[in-house]
């Protein structure tokens, strides 16, 4: 019994240290997942809670379509995809005979029109000598009437004479009055102004001038510079005014468009700062801009076939809506993007001092350009001078 008793005594005293030890273990292991739990709910407080991120998010920029100004035949194209041009470049040409052909005529009816008009100016004239012709003619028969009336109470001449009188004098009066109004008629036409300012000549300027520029526009030039993309047009192809040719993509202008959750919102404001990462370069490599706005509805609401959410058949789903964020142009330079690429967005709302929208109106131009511009001038000089050419020696 002694012997049996003692192995026994010696097992029992042992289990209360490994009870112990498994004890200190599982406090350490909630120790440490206390201490995870504060970190975290620390991390969340100081970092997580003033971040807003998503990575619906996508790289857009200005898709400059290029199309003609007029209709015509293509004849010449002078850029392809992925090729970079500059700003008033020609892109494409097209077959500039029909716009000369309508500018040597219509050349020819303001020359024409100048002629017409300084020929009405001597009509005019015409008519005023024809005043003075018809006012000696009054003025003799009313002479003859007045001699033949004393005959005719002394009975030495007919009675027929005197009343041939009196008919010439209101036919002499007739006469008159209508080449007053003849007179009248000729100098409505061209009283009060020079030839070279006369409606019907200014008129045919005016479409000298319209000749001229669509003379012009037979090239189609780059408005921005940028990249193309989306060539469509081909040689010998008839296009109309309006019809797209290409895209030109200005790469140093790009914005990101996050679609951030309706939840999302709450804490966005105008301005705040914002890192991008794209799957481009990598998340090693953040672009840094600024939230630059947020859209007046969601995408939902801009779509092609917007949601009919009275129609009994609705389940609500979380909508999103787009906020641009600008990206800094020196992040641009250094490492370009692409249209459409997609990115991961992180906004720091830490500072929620700024507007959810904008409250003023702006200045600034979403985009502005001089290529089309043409010099006026030049067509102006250039129809000055056909005028000048048929006016005369007398102006």
């Not at 007029?70 to 500059?86: F, N, R, S």
């Not at 070279?196 to 189609?220: C, F, G, H, L």
């Not at 679609?259 to 998340?283: C, M, T, W």
Request: charged share 20%; hydrophobic share 45%; aromatic share 4%.
């Amino acid at each position: 019994m002694n012997a049996t008793s003692g192995p026994a005594t010696t097992q029992s005293a042992a289990t209360p240290p490994a009870s112990g030890n498994r004890r200190k273990i599982l406090i350490l292991i909630a120790v440490i997942f206390i201490v995870l739990g504060l970190l975290w709910a620390l991390y969340w407080v100081l970092v997580l809670s003033k971040r807003e991120q998503t990575d619906d998010a996508y790289v857009n920029g200005n898709k400059v379509v290029i199309s003609a100004q007029i209709p015509g035949t293509v004849v010449a194209v002078l850029a392809d995809d992925t090729q970079l041009v500059k700003a008033g470049q020609v892109l494409v040409r097209l077959d500039p005979i029909d716009a000369q052909t309508s500018l040597s005529r219509t050349a020819s009816a303001l020359a024409q029109t100048v002629r017409q008009v300084r020929q009405q100016k001597s009509t005019a004239d015409q008519y005023d000598s024809l005043i003075n012709t018809r006012q000696l003619e009054l003025e003799r028969a009313q002479a003859d009437l007045a001699k033949r009336e004393p005959l005719l109470a002394d009975n030495a001449i007919a009675p027929e004479e005197v009343r041939h009188a009196r008919e010439s004098v209101d036919l002499a009066r007739a006469a008159l009055t209508q080449a007053k109004r003849q007179s009248a008629s000729a100098h409505a036409l061209v009283e009060g102004t020079a030839v070279q300012d006369n409606p019907a000549v200014m008129q045919a300027k005016a479409a000298y001038r319209d000749a001229w520029i669509t003379a012009q526009r037979n090239v189609v030039v780059a408005p921005v510079s940028g990249y193309v993309a989306e060539r469509s047009v081909q040689l010998g192809q008839h296009i109309q005014a309006g019809q797209a040719l290409m895209t030109v993509i200005p790469l140093n202008a790009l914005w990101i468009d996050a679609n951030f959750k309706e939840v999302q919102l709450r804490n966005l404001r105008i301005g705040q700062p914002a890192e991008v990462r794209s799957d481009l370069y990598g998340g090693s490599y953040i672009f840094h801009g600024h939230v630059k706005g947020m859209s007046a509805g969601t995408g939902a609401a801009f779509a092609l076939l917007p949601a009919q959410n009275a129609s009994g058949n609705w389940i609500k789903v979380v909508q999103r809506v787009p906020v641009r964020i600008q990206i800094d142009d020196k992040d641009l330079e250094k490492s370009p993007l692409r249209v459409g690429l997609s990115t991961t967005v992180t906004v720091d709302t830490t500072s929620r001092s700024g507007p959810v929208l904008a409250a003023d109106t702006t200045d600034q131009f979403a985009g502005d350009t001089s290529v089309y511009t043409l010099d006026i001038d030049k067509a102006n000089a250039e129809a000055d001078a056909i005028v000048h050419r048929n006016l005369g020696i007398d102006q």
